[in-house]
């Protein structure tokens, strides 16, 4: 599989950052930036009902809008494999 190089941008409150990836596709890109950043694990009981305590809102990663975004990424990711 052919690399291309990926613009990642990392947008916060208070800045913009920008990388450039070489990367087999926009998921390899991502995660090769975010994974030191983040860590995701399945949330306790007790996790959930602390945070929702604290005002934390559940992010439904599921919502039609991700989902679209998501097709647009593996449609991209596809056209590269091409």
């Not at 800045?15 to 390899?28: F, G």
């Not at 929702?52 to 679209?68: C, H, I, S």
Request: aromatic share 4%; proline share 4%.
């Amino acid at each position: 599989m052919k690399t291309r190089i990926y613009l990642v941008t990392e947008n916060s409150v208070d800045s913009t950052a920008y990388h450039l990836v070489r990367a087999k596709s926009q998921a390899q890109a991502m995660n090769h930036v975010v994974t030191p950043r983040f860590t995701v694990e399945p949330a306790s009981v007790d996790q959930v009902a602390s945070l929702l305590t604290d005002g934390l809102k559940v992010e439904d990663a599921t919502a039609p809008e991700d989902v679209a975004q998501l097709e647009l990424i593996e449609s991209a990711d596809s056209d590269d494999q091409a």
